[in-house]
């Protein structure tokens, strides 16, 4: 699949209020910026073209614009986000993905997803069952998923301790080959791929996005991005530092298609 397009969402003022467990402080807001300008000019380099949201201050999580929406080549879901004080930011999602997705369906209550919980790769979907996507809302997407020609696979998390949502620890990487944090690397629903798994200590690179033939992966990480590159991988590292401080990765900061 080769993306065209891509929403994103700059921070807003409000970023530093939002939700994190990382302990590591709050985000310089200037290098936040400084940073999400990066990612965008690269995912335009690749071929996308952007859709922008404006800064919403009022959901200081909300430039993770990937948890409150899934597009796929079947269609697009709305999700419901985990976490009560994100449920104000789907609409605006909905509003941009209506222009090229008219029939958009939605997660409804009493299931929640957030869109971190869902790894595509290629007609197979895994689901992440976390505190952020429960049973009924991982139901839901499946059977949506399933209706479209698309499989699916859960995988619970929830005492997986250094995962927040399923793409924390795991990526695809194209075909049959995934990129795994030792958390999950050998769960029995990844029975029959290829998995490269990221070093220790390394964990947070493991949430990476293949854009067309590029790896966007998170700048740093000196054992990890070496093993893609070795592998056959165009490279693209960039700094994520300030969004890791939000408990946030690569593939948050945008909805591509």
């Known amino acids: 699949m080769r993306f065209t397009r891509a929403i994103v969402r700059p921070p807003a003022a409000t970023f530093a209020a939002g939700i994190t467990k990382s302990g590591l402080g709050p985000p310089d807001m200037a ?20 859709v922008w949201l404006a800064p919403d201050p009022e959901f200081p999580d909300s430039t993770f614009v990937e948890d ?9 879901i709305l999700t419901r986000p985990g976490a009560a004080s994100r449920a104000g930011e789907v ?18 209550s009493p299931g929640t997803v957030d869109g971190g919980d869902v790894c595509e790769a290629g007609d197979h979907f895994f689901i992440g069952r976390s505190a952020r996507t429960n049973a009924e809302g991982a139901t839901q997407l499946a059977a949506w998923l399933a209706r479209r020609g698309f499989g699916s ?13 399923l793409k924390t620890g795991l990526s695809w990487l194209g075909g049959r080959r995934l ?13 029959g791929w290829e998995v490269v798994r990221v070093p220790d ?15 966007l992966i998170a700048q740093g990480f000196l054992a990890t991005e070496p093993r893609l590159r070795g592998l056959g991988f165009d490279v693209a590292p960039l700094e994520m530092s300030e969004y890791r401080k939000m408990d946030g990765g690569l593939s948050c900061l945008s909805v591509r298609w």
């Open 91 to 108: 609409a605006s999602l909905g509003a941009a993905l209506g222009r090229w997705f008219p029939e958009l369906d939605e997660i409804t």
């Open 68 to 76: 409150a929406a899934i597009v796929t080549t079947g269609g697009a």
């Open 179 to 191: 990129l795994a944090a030792s958390e999950i690397a050998g769960h029995e629903a990844l029975r």
């Open 31 to 50: 290098l936040a910026l400084e940073q999400h300008g990066a990612y965008c000019r690269t995912l335009e380099r690749l071929g996308l073209s952007l």
């Open 153 to 165: 696979s859960v995988i619970d998390i929830r005492r997986m301790a250094g995962l927040l949502h």
């Open 201 to 215: 200590g390394e964990e947070y690179a493991a949430n990476c996005v293949r854009v067309n033939d590029t790896l």
